[in-house]
Every structure is written in structure tokens, then in C-alpha cells.
Nanobody, 121 residues
Framework: VQLVESGGGSVQPGGSLRLSCTAS????????IGWFRQAPGNEREGLSCIHYDDESTEYADSVKDRFTVSRDIAKNTVYLQMNSLKPEDTAVYYC???????????????WGQGTQVTVSS
């Protein structure tokens, strides 16, 4: 069982990035996926979650209206589209799953290795 994030990079303020979280060893059809980030010196922050059964989504206030989570079952991949990026969005971004419920920052489920996002002019 593995989650692999990709799509991070450097972008100017106001720019966009799309992160991918690809699962292997299990089907995202049956697992809820959450997105998190952690900046240096900060605690890990929950950003978004997409439920496995009805694809309903949840967002933290800090990213609501700027970030969109979606999934492609055929590719076994969950995406995080990030628009209007700000310097304070700079962090390592992770995806995780803890079964059917939205994972939390302390979930003992499966985590990806993270992908760096840097927003700077």
C-alpha cells in the first residue's frame, strides 16, 4: 500500500499548481483521501478531504475557494488544484488515508512522502 504525491514546485504569488496523489496496492474507490501541509516550524495542517462513497469534499477555511480536491478512479489518483497561491502556502504537501473517514493530522493510516510547494516572487 502506497501513496505518492507529485506536482509540487515553485510558483509566483497568484499562480496555480495541481498536486497529484496516486495510490497503489488499494483502490481509491473505497478509501477517503485527505490533503495536509506542513511548513517549517509549523504543525501539520489539514486542508481538504474527499470522501470515497459520494465524493463529497471538505476544506479548511485557509484554502476554501482557492483549492479544489477531485479524483479520477480510473487513474487511482486524487488531485488538489491550488489557485491564487500565496507565500504562506509554502509547505510540504501530503496526502493520507485512514479508511473511510477523513484522516486527521494524527491518523495512523497511510501517508505519502510529501511534495514541496514554494510560493515566492
Amino acid at each position: 500500500v502506497q501513496l505518492v504525491e507529485s506536482g509540487g514546485g515553485s510558483v509566483q504569488p497568484g499562480g496555480s499548481l495541481r498536486l497529484s496523489c496516486t495510490a497503489s496496492g488499494f483502490s481509491l474507490r473505497y478509501y477517503t483521501i485527505g490533503w495536509f501541509r506542513q511548513a517549517p516550524g509549523n504543525e501539520r495542517e489539514g486542508l481538504s478531504c474527499i470522501h470515497y462513497d459520494d465524493e463529497s469534499t471538505e476544506y479548511a477555511d485557509s484554502v476554501k475557494d482557492r483549492f479544489t480536491v477531485s479524483r479520477d478512479i480510473a487513474k487511482n489518483t486524487v488531485y488538489l488544484q491550488m489557485n491564487s497561491l500565496k507565500p504562506e502556502d509554502t509547505a510540504v504537501y501530503y496526502c493520507a488515508t485512514d479508511g473511510g473517514l477523513c484522516p486527521t493530522t494524527t491518523s495512523q493510516g497511510y501517508w505519502g512522502q510529501g511534495t514541496q510547494v514554494t510560493v515566492s516572487s
